[in-house]
């Protein structure tokens, strides 16, 4: 990797943001921030720009741009707000790769016009290709831009991948954690509260992703982005429960071959191996010693009482617009239940009921997911009213 990576970071104060200035901050010589944006958080937006001095940030909410821009005033920092503003920023000419890890259906419209002006895409916002992911995976194949996945489990296929690109896949099998209610019944999850299900065993993450993981949602919806990432029809994509996290992933070759990459679980390794690919850059993080974990253990997933997984793996066989409904209400459900309105068991019924009302479109436009996307929220928003 010859000279520096100027990088856009989209959702720099959240979990992967935060993690991938450590990886910047690591490694002087080969990464230069270019932009920060967050959507609420400008007190540490703030003190991100004076530590790394980017050419831009911006502020998602216009209501803070005085703050923002106030304390850099002193800077040679331009100050942007809004969401037009963070579409913008990602098409500039400086900007090199651009790191998505927005929260949610959020990233899309960004995510798409980054691919549209060539760059290339560092993805951590899975909801991109969960909403969209044929007009998303189509622009790029048109525009000739990489999209290297960030989550650990697709990045684990993608690593496993490399010098194999020319051999087909028989299949992918995403490792998950299995959460904190891993092996608990119906009745136990009944009554389970918000802070039980933000004790993930393994993995710090933001609060929409860890309930997601709980639920066994993240998974489903991983499994969506694995279908566009690696072009694979959902029979190739199977899920096994891995409590320790320490398989990140496998492939299984035509040759009944697998390959599988491992690791700690430390989100800043596939955020670097994103940022740097082809080359892997020396890092000091902590290394994995075989002797620490002597049992490596594997089970299926509960699908009839994580029934989240089975309603992602439906969307996918539907196809359409199915999947852009279940992000829509599953965001919706898990806002509400973070909210105490609702309670775990709920976030798969509201998630199944606005699944069955929304109309489908079997070759949805950019307009018809926005559509979609604004139905759905709606539907469930109303759905949660009528129960509360």
Known sequence: MSGKKHVAILGSTGSIGKQTLEVIQAHPGKFEVEVLTAQNNAELLIEQALQFQPNCVVIGNEALYATVKDALSAQDIKVYAGEKALSDVVTMDTVDIVLTALVGYSGLIPTLKAVDAGKPIALANKETLVVAGELVTQLASEKGVNIYPVDSEHSAIFQCLVGEFHNPIEKIILTASGGPFRGKDREYLKTVTKAQALKH??????????IDSASLMNKGLEV??????????????EVVVHPQSIIHSLIQFEDGSIKAQLGLPDMRIPIQFALSYPERLKADFPRFDFTNYPNLTFEKPDMTTFRNLGLAFAALEKGGNAPCVLNAANEIAVASFLRDEIGFLEMSDLIEQTLEKVDFVAHPSLEDYVQTDRIARKLTEESIKSKV
């Open 201 to 210: 065993p393994n993995w710090d993450m933001g609060a929409k992703i860890t």
């Open 224 to 237: 969506i982005e694995a279908k566009w990432l690696f072009g694979l029809d959902a029979n190739q994509i």
